[in-house]
């Protein structure tokens, strides 16, 4: 609406002007000044572009990264001088053209790798590379928590930094761990090496027998000796179970061993139980595989119902007249010849999916397990292995067991991945995460001393890592997101301050200059680019010559009319 009433005022007051001055009879001057004086007045509300532009202009890096707004209209091609700047900054530009004229590299290009998270008793092992050589000698320490060092490294004139130095933290949680460099003149910096140490997951396992065999008592005393904390119990008569715990686990009732309530993360049940269990049992084994691991131990002479509840759960199992015999499975075949052989119990499985697992060397499998976001099922389908043991191959025995039960409970512990784009998070400096867990509830991130001072993302757009935000954090240390108030931090990580790193900042910034100058090809050159708009100061300059102009008209034509 604006746009047509402004020029409409204009227009009609400048033919109410023209009407005037015909009244009066003055002269074609007159009439062109009034129009020059309205045609003013509209390019002080809406300025033209008539002014050619600058199409390639130089610009200090400095200049770019400052907070002070640049105007950019019209402008083509950007040559960056001075130091690189991080991948933010540029992105942020315009869709212009970087040339990088006279962008000073870092000394060498520095490069460091360690594990973000590691497991209590697992080592921290810290990568330096430099291939830079040298100008005097150095010494690399690596400091623990409380100041003490755990590995240290002195490298020589004219070498380059091919560095690794570890250290086997004794805590869990966040750790702060430190890197000190030392020259040979004196000069000490040291930088923070921050790093999450988890607990080790210990799975509890229930295993529920329908008969004492020489297979399951195998398997029982390696459980037992592994230190795997475990619940057995063995079906002695209808009315009669055995009961004992593995370990030091507090025995579990049976009314909760197939709830989500039950503490058991894997179940291993043999098939011969199944027309025992009762029809609520039966249901909660339908859905007790969506949110806990299950794995049946198949004997030769399961039910008809098992195999239709196989079928159900979308992994049927067809029998076959003939049994198999494997003699061993993987690499264990050819590095032990006289190992003896595991008979298959004459199981054929139909309709694999690609991502399963199938353990054996051949058809049929000795060992048939799923294990996706929405099903973790498996089936025992060989007998035997307990000849292992008594013919001395324990190694391969745990081998064989180990293998299917790390399958089993492979999701343990796994959670959907949050991405963080920055490889060196700093201060004030813009950090996106990305999730599928952030599709239907926003983060806040907080600091990890003082969770009352959080901060709520900025929904970037979209990736193949899920739906991104957006962080600005003020204040180094260790950080947390989340998603609920009252939940589980989904992710902790550490915020650099500025002053850290510094030969590493430089190399990332230099690397991301580059790819960024590759990037950024900028639009297609085009003639409506080709102009600025005219300041506002200049209509408004021309707009007040024509007003003195035109008074100064009226006082002449005003002397003239006078006796």
Not at 242 to 253: A, D, I, S, V, Y
Not at 494 to 508: G, M, N, R, T, V
Request: proline share 7%; with cysteine; glycine share 6%.
């Amino acid at each position: 609406m604006i746009d047509f009433l402004i020029p409409g005022l204009c227009l009609l007051a400048c033919l109410i002007s023209l009407v005037l001055l015909r009244r009066r009879g003055t002269k074609p001057f007159d009439y062109g000044l009034q129009l020059a004086i309205w045609l003013s007045a509209w390019m002080l509300w809406q300025p033209p572009a008539i002014i050619p532009t600058e199409r390639n202009i130089s610009i200090n890096s400095k200049q770019l990264a400052s907070s002070h707004p640049m105007n950019l209209n019209g402008v083509e091609n950007i040559s960056l001088s001075g130091e690189p700047l991080g991948r933010d900054k540029l992105r942020d530009l315009a869709p212009v053209r970087l040339e990088l004229s006279k962008i000073l590299e870092s000394d060498g290009r520095w490069e460091l790798d360690w594990q973000r998270q590691i497991t209590l008793g697992d080592s921290l092992k810290l990568k330096v590379h430099n291939n830079q050589p040298l100008t005097e000698n150095v010494k690399i320490s690596l400091l623990n928590p409380y100041g003490h060092i755990e590995d240290s490294l002195e490298l020589k004139v004219g070498e380059t930094i091919q560095a690794q130095l570890t250290a086997t933290p004794k805590l869990a949680g966040p750790q702060l761990y430190r890197v000190r460099t030392e020259s040979e003149a004196g000069e000490t910096h040291t930088d923070p090496l921050p790093i999450l140490v988890r607990e080790p997951l210990q799975p509890k396992l229930l295993l529920w027998l329908a008969r004492p065999s020489f297979e399951t008592a195998a398997l029982s005393r390696w459980l037992r000796q592994s230190g795997v904390t475990a619940q057995v119990m063995t079906q002695l008569a209808p009315e009669i179970i055995r009961k004992e715990t593995l370990n030091g686990l507090p025995l579990t009732g049976s009314a909760d061993l197939f709830t989500n309530e039950s503490p058991f993360d894997l179940v291993i049940l043999d098939s011969s139980l199944w027309p025992q269990f009762s029809a609520l049992q039966k249901r909660q084994l339908n859905e007790l595989a969506t949110t806990k691991s299950l794995l049946w131990l198949v004997s030769d002479d399961s039910s008809e119902e098992f195999l239709q509840y196989a079928a159900a759960q979308s992994m049927p199992l067809q029998k076959e007249e003939a049994t198999h015999l494997h003699s061993g499975f993987g690499y264990q075949k050819a590095d032990n010849p006289e190992i003896p052989p595991l008979r298959n119990l004459g199981f054929k499985v139909t309709q694999p999916g690609s991502y399963d697992f199938l353990l054996g060397n051949g058809e049929p499998p000795l060992f048939w397990g799923r294990s996706t976001e929405t099903q973790h099922l498996g089936f025992i389908l060989f007998s035997d292995s307990h000849r292992w043991l008594t013919s001395g191959f324990t190694t391969e025995f745990a081998s064989l067991w180990k293998s299917i039960i790390d399958y089993q409970l492979k999701h343990l512990g796994s959670q959907q991945p949050v991405i963080l784009s920055n490889e060196l998070p700093r201060t004030q400096e813009r950090i996106t995460l990305c999730s599928p867990l952030f599709s239907d509830q926003s983060p806040f991130l907080s600091e990890f001393q003082d969770s009352s001072r959080s901060t709520k993302g900025i929904a970037a757009s979209r990736s193949s890592q899920g739906q991104c935000y957006s962080f600005w954090p003020q204040n180094s240390g260790w950080h947390q997101l989340w998603t609920e108030l009252e939940g589980e931090s989904v992710l902790d990580f550490y915020i650099f301050a500025k002053e850290d790193w510094p030969l590493w900042q430089q190399s990332l910034n230099a690397r991301e200059t580059q790819l960024m100058a590759a990037a950024r090809l900028g639009p297609e050159a085009n003639n409506h680019a080709n102009r600025v708009l005219l300041g506002r100061q200049w209509p408004a300059l021309i707009l007040l010559l024509l007003v003195c102009i035109s008074w100064w008209r009226e006082r002449r034509l005003l002397n003239r009319s006078r006796p």
